[in-house]
């Protein structure tokens, strides 16, 4: 089997050193419709910082906007902030009155890298609440003040040991029809190849394992970007 199709196999971001996979190639060029303001951030966050490989492939993004579209979304969680490029993809996707809550333990990129950016769009700005603090922290204040049931769609891509605590309490958080994406949910082929291989690993294949069997929901895990696990609260 040649590489490109094991590849496309496992998932793989677009924008990889040494550049994606022809299928990845093609689906991209075909799907996304990048906006400025995605398209700045991008060209920013890989210029100017070393971790860039923790950015949001835009074509998770586009198919994040769409779902946002397609359920009618106004509330939205948004677990690892980063640069701001998965939070400003949701803020454009919502309409004026949407709200965007975006968490992460540091701003150290956001405010060198993002926020420069966003500077130049405040009508997307304005729909964001960057808070930085621990994630476990702020949704188990939100569950105690009664927020349960009250989000329309989450987005998950922060620390991996924690994505089974995240998954929880966010199940909790979104209403009947509501929406969670949980990215990296292939993590370069090693849920397969390597299951055990370390924390990160093993936390992503049981946060899987713990949607495919929730009663809560239905769930779909697909070879988009580095795998995205798509769960949908029933």
């Known amino acids: 089997m040649s590489q490109h199709w094991i590849n496309s196999a496992t998932g793989t971001k677009s924008y990889y050193e040494g550049g994606a996979d022809p299928t990845t190639q093609y689906i991209t060029k075909i799907s ?8 700045a951030i991008h060209k920013a966050t890989l210029e100017q910082s070393q971790d860039s490989i923790m950015l949001g492939a835009p074509e998770v993004l586009q198919f994040g906007k769409n779902f946002i579209n397609l359920i009618k979304a106004k509330r939205v969680l948004d677990v690892g902030t980063f640069t701001g490029a998965s939070a400003a993809a949701w803020a454009e996707a919502l309409p ?38 621990p994630a476990l922290d702020v949704l188990d204040e939100l ?33 009947p029809g509501g929406v969670i994406l949980v990215d990296n949910a292939l993590f370069f082929g090693t849920v397969v ?18 949607a495919s069997e929730d009663p809560r929901v239905d769930n779909m895990l697909i070879t988009l970007g580095d795998g995205l696990h798509i769960i949908f609260k029933k």
């Open 143 to 175: 569950l105690k003040n009664g927020e349960a049931g009250k989000w329309d769609f989450a987005f998950i891509d922060a620390d991996k040991p924690n994505y089974p605590n995240y998954y929880e309490r966010i199940v909790q958080l979104l209403r």
């Open 32 to 39: 996304l419709k990048e906006t400025e303001l995605g398209k």
């Open 96 to 133: 004026e009155d949407g709200h965007v809550l975006s968490l992460d333990i540091t701003h150290s990129h956001l405010d060198t890298i993002g926020k420069p950016v966003l500077k130049n769009y405040p009508d997307v700005l304005k729909k964001i609440d960057f808070k930085k603090a």
């Open 193 to 210: 190849g390597e299951p055990d291989k370390d924390d990160l690993t093993r936390n992503i294949v049981k946060t899987n394992k713990i």
